[in-house]
């Protein structure tokens, strides 16, 4: 089942007829209070989420989507006609799987859905602890732990911290940074990473030590 949030009626039947042609459930919703009242009752498979809605935007829907034990798992795509860089990076740091500018074609939209459903399907399938330290990370469960102290993470400083443990003692270069951990084709600076570095050595306090610059090339964890 996916859930289609979108306050533009054309929009909004174009979707859920797509997706309805190749085989996905799904349901509407025009206003934010009557998305929230379904989802209490049902938990869909992917939600596609537009950022400028009556009631609340969607960038305040989805920050509370990731802050629930409930509902943080549940795969998001934005679908919005804000395209400027601050834009995009805002939608992905708040927890976005994928951020979709409109106009978009359908069977782009189509493609990009099987990706996101692909990559949370892996992540079910593994049940990977990394440890390094005091450091503990629970891909599984997106937990991460600094001695007995749970640490707090946006979904691309968890990623970003996964994708070093994964390639522990691996220099990884800013480009392969950006796509792994951002996965998908927009013009995002290099600067990016640079940010979240520094903000996720910030949480990780004493473990944040464990995370190496590199100069000139990017960043390993040893």
Same mark, same amino acid.
């Given at each position: 089942m996916i859930y289609i949030l979108e306050d533009d009626e054309n929009i909004r039947k174009l979707i859920a007829y797509t997706?309805?042609?190749h085989g996905y459930e799904c349901s509407c919703f025009e206003r934010p209070s009557d998305f929230w009242k379904s989802?209490?009752?049902y938990?869909?498979?992917?939600i596609l989420l537009d950022i400028m809605l009556p009631e609340e935007d969607g960038i305040t829907i989805l920050k509370k989507l990731r802050y629930s034990s409930q509902f943080k798992s549940i795969p998001t795509i934005m679908l919005t006609a804000k395209d400027t860089e601050f834009d995009v990076v805002?939608?992905?740091d708040a927890g976005a799987d994928d951020y979709i500018t409109k106009p978009f074609g359908m069977m782009a939209l189509i493609s990009r859905i099987k990706a996101v459903l692909r990559r949370y399907e892996k992540t079910k399938e593994s049940s990977e602890i990394l440890e390094l330290g005091n450091l503990k990370v629970d891909v599984?469960?997106?937990? +991460?732990?600094v001695k007995d102290r749970q640490v707090f993470l946006t979904v691309k400083e968890f990623d970003l911290l996964t994708l070093l443990l994964q390639n522990h003692g691996k220099v990884m270069t800013r480009e392969q940074i950006l796509d792994s951990v951002w996965k998908i084709d927009v013009d995002i600076e290099s600067r990016t990473v640079d940010v979240h570095i520094k903000t996720l050595r910030q949480k990780l306090?004493?473990?944040?030590?464990?995370?190496?610059t +590199?100069?000139?090339v990017g960043y390993k964890i040893n």
């Open positions: 997706l309805q042609s989802i209490e009752n938990i869909p498979d992917l805002t939608g992905l599984s469960k997106h937990s +991460v732990f306090e004493d473990a944040g030590e464990l995370i190496e +590199v100069r000139g």
